[in-house]
């Protein structure tokens, strides 16, 4: 493949018959990486674009990544009164 990353959708299975040039699976690169938050009604007045962010995951600890939000989105959850920004 021309790219690293995490294969997204899987095109084929064991024991089939391909043509050639047909797609056999699709990867997503993982050079950049969008998160989307869920910020609890009594920060976001803070949160703003341009805003640095660290996030972490535990499928990868002790890694950091490093972040800016780039837009609040216009989506609010009333059931947990959080709104969304893209990371």
Partial sequence: APVS?????LSIREGMTVMAGAPLFRINGV?????????PENLS????????????TPSSPGTVFQGKVSAILPQVDVSTRTLKARI
Avoid: K, L
């Avoid at 990353?5 to 959708?9: I, K």
């Fill in 5 to 9: 990353g995490v294969v997204s959708e």
């Fill in 31 to 39: 050079a950049t990486i969008w998160v989307i938050a869920d910020i």
């Fill in 45 to 56: 007045a803070q949160v703003r674009s341009g805003n640095p962010v660290e996030a972490r």
